[in-house]
């Protein structure tokens, strides 16, 4: 079922806008990428404490965000060994969780497409395993603010440990068998399959997820104000009120 003329006429401004945006992308990640110098070391994480506390008191169900009862869910689709990925979550989206997701305005749900490396999966199937024990999107912000440079292998085994242990993951043996687990390495692998076909060529790139459950593409946004405005227009009168 379609959206509502005046809802897709609004995400498809929004969505044209996006495109703009995403030629300064590329400038974007050289500059990012080139002045990562640090990071990517499993004994001597940074930020967790921050990362934790930011999201306290936020109900999580897999790498889901937010209230179940929001109206609205926004939908990322990101490589977590993307530098401008970690950028967005750094500046973009706790702007987000303060304004819309945390007073239950809105869900965000992070989906795993790798594009990056062959770590990236393996990253992908151990942020899933760690949302199995509600702490997907502190793995995932930890991992952001830790990252090492795009083009490195950092983040082996060592270092995806040791940010399951900072995120809080209780059962660390669990995790392990999980994130190895075919199904979790299938998850990612979907949902990485699943990007292309909703047009999406880069990271992070994002959608709206209508009452029917399909998915509105809005594809890579760089402002918070961009994306609160996606979610405003994608709530139905009912559910504004």
């Known amino acids: 079922m379609s959206a509502p003329e005046p809802r897709r006429r609004k995400l498809l401004q929004l969505a044209s806008g996006a495109a703009f945006v995403a030629l300064a992308v590329v400038v974007v990640l050289i500059v990012v990428n080139a002045s990562k110098e640090t990071g ?3 004994e001597d994480l940074t930020g967790a404490v921050e990362a934790n506390r930011g999201l306290d008191g936020i109900q999580q169900s897999g790498m889901v965000l937010g209230a179940p009862r929001a109206p609205v869910r926004l939908v990322e689709f990101g490589d977590l060994k993307c530098p401008h990925c970690a950028s967005v979550s750094e500046e973009i989206i706790p702007l987000l969780i303060d304004s819309k997701v945390r007073g ?3 869900q965000i749900e992070f989906r795993n497409f790798t594009i990056i490396d062959e770590q990236s999966e393996a990253a992908g199937a151990a942020l899933l ?5 509600g ?3 502190n793995f995932l912000e930890i991992f952001y603010r830790n990252q090492g440079l795009e083009t490195s292998d950092y983040a082996d085994a060592e270092f995806l440990t040791a940010v399951a242990r900072a995120a809080g993951v209780t059962d660390l043996d669990r995790w392990q068998r999980d994130r190895s687990s075919p199904r979790l390495l299938g998850e990612v692998r979907r949902t990485t399959m699943e990007a292309p076909e909703l047009g ?3 990271t992070p790139s994002f959608a709206i997820e209508s009452r029917d459950g399909n998915l509105e593409p809005l594809g890579i946004v760089d402002s918070a104000d961009d994306l609160e405005a996606a979610i405003d227009a994608a709530k139905t009168p009912a559910a504004a009120e």
Request: aromatic residues 12%.
């Open 200 to 202: 999406f060529t880069g």
């Open 129 to 133: 395993a760690a949302g199995e024990q």
């Open 104 to 106: 239950g305005g809105a």
């Open 40 to 42: 990517g070391d499993a």
């Open 135 to 137: 702490r997907g999107w």
